[in-house]
């Protein structure tokens, strides 16, 4: 009996030693990590979908849905989305597109068609804290710039989103409206949209606030629109100087007669 109680003794006693010799991390409770840690990357893509319609004429919103939802994106800023339209099939895409994905959503109408508005739209995993819209110069067809403040992993991000006129001397006056609108942002932002330009010259004024992140990647060279005719980058993204920019990219789909730009940020 002395003995088996001199072994449950040395037991206990050896047990103590090895507990010392743990790290205290490993004994306390296990703490839940956050979802984001200042590490993670935010996935951000800009597409003008041309109201889910191919340009061969086929109905393609679901595909381009598909699309977003494996790229696994944190936000999404489109360009041609419509609401309640005879040509595409009077959905009511903004509605539709934010419950497939599952996010926050802010959709500004730009233009009344015969029957129903198209517009642009921001898309957010994260929460939206706040939303406008200005509107900016035009000519025939009224044109919109959208700004959301999301609460990123990071702090506060400022969403930018536009769709820009056909005509030079029009896009040259939304230019300069855009950059005073910037010069007042006090968050970090990121300015996304169809410019509907190839020509830098004509975006150089942003270059003084903003980071062009295909020129940054130095990939100008990949298209963002293309058709018989045309084939040149007239979709961009642009980065305020104190956003880190990690990668760029851009998917050739073939569901619009523009394709998506993607970039991670950090």
């Not at 419509?82 to 539709?96: L, V």
């Not at 609460?151 to 300069?176: C, M, W, Y």
């Not at 010069?183 to 970090?188: A, R, S, T, W």
């Amino acid at each position: 009996m002395k003995l088996y109680l001199k072994k449950w003794i040395l037991l206990g006693i050896s047990i103590i030693c090895l507990l010392f010799t743990i790290p205290l991390s490993l004994l306390a409770p296990t703490k839940m990590l956050d979802t984001f840690s200042s590490s993670d990357f935010i996935k951000i893509i800009s597409y003008n979908i041309h109201y889910g319609i191919s340009p061969k004429g086929h109905p393609v919103l679901n595909n381009i849905l598909s699309f977003l939802i494996s790229s696994d994106s944190d936000i999404v800023c489109l360009q041609e989305v419509d609401y309640k339209t005879f040509r595409s099939y009077f959905q009511k895409q903004p509605e539709y597109i934010a419950k497939k994905l599952s996010m926050y959503y802010f959709y500004t109408p730009t233009q009344n068609m015969i029957k129903g508005q198209t517009g642009n739209m921001v898309i957010s995993r994260y929460p939206i804290e706040s939303s406008k819209e200005y509107t900016l110069s035009f000519d025939k067809y009224p044109r919109k710039l959208q700004k959301t403040v999301i609460k990123a992993p990071f702090g506060d991000l400022a969403v930018f989103n536009t769709h820009l006129d056909l005509t030079k001397s029009i896009r040259k006056n939304q230019i300069e409206e855009i950059i005073k609108i910037l010069e007042k942002c006090e968050e970090p932002f990121i300015l996304t949209g169809d410019m509907n330009t190839s020509d830098l010259s004509e975006l150089n004024k942003l270059f003084s606030l903003s980071v062009d992140t295909g020129k940054a990647m130095e990939k100008e060279e990949l298209a963002t629109f293309i058709n018989k005719k045309y084939k040149s980058r007239i979709d961009y993204i642009f980065i305020s100087k104190d956003v880190s920019l990690q990668s760029y990219d851009v998917p050739t789909l073939r569901l619009s007669d523009h394709e998506p730009v993607m970039i991670e940020i950090q």
